[in-house]
Nanobody
Framework: QVQFVESGGGLVQPGGSLRLSCTAP???????????MAWYRQAPGKQRDLVAS???????HYAESVKDRFGIRRDRGANAVYLHMNDLKPEDTGVYYC?????????WGLGTQVTVSS
């Protein structure tokens, strides 16, 4: 099964920063180049929600709760999508996944855990 691979999570104190990376296997590398891509977050006990997205033409969209703190960027040459997270808050805790927007069920990876705690 071909999936996106997320990395970069960890434990960080409130106010800290992290950069998440999402890479695609070569077999689906074109996906990150031509589709709208997004980062999703699943907080404990909650559904998976969209956090940030970047359209094929470069337009970005953010959930209200992360606006002005998170930045999504696509690197077509590396088949990668990044999520820069600043001023992290405890409510940002969760497992972060990348996928297309809308998401393709077969491409969900394992995600990367982000824990914001003092």
């Amino acid at each position: 099964q071909v999936q996106f691979v997320e990395s970069g999570g960890g434990l960080v104190q409130p106010g800290g920063s992290l950069r998440l990376s999402c890479t695609a296997p070569e077999s689906i590398g074109q996906i990150t180049k031509i589709y709208d891509m997004a980062w999703y977050r699943q907080a404990p006990g909650k559904q998976r929600d969209l956090v940030a997205s970047v359209a094929y033409v470069g337009l970005t969209h953010y959930a209200e709760s992360v606006k002005d703190r998170f930045g999504i960027r696509r690197d077509r040459g590396a088949n990668a999508v990044y999520l820069h997270m600043n001023d992290l808050k405890p409510e940002d805790t969760g497992v972060y996944y990348c996928n297309t927007k809308p998401p393709q069920p077969d491409y969900w990876g394992l995600g990367t855990q982000v824990t914001v705690s003092s």
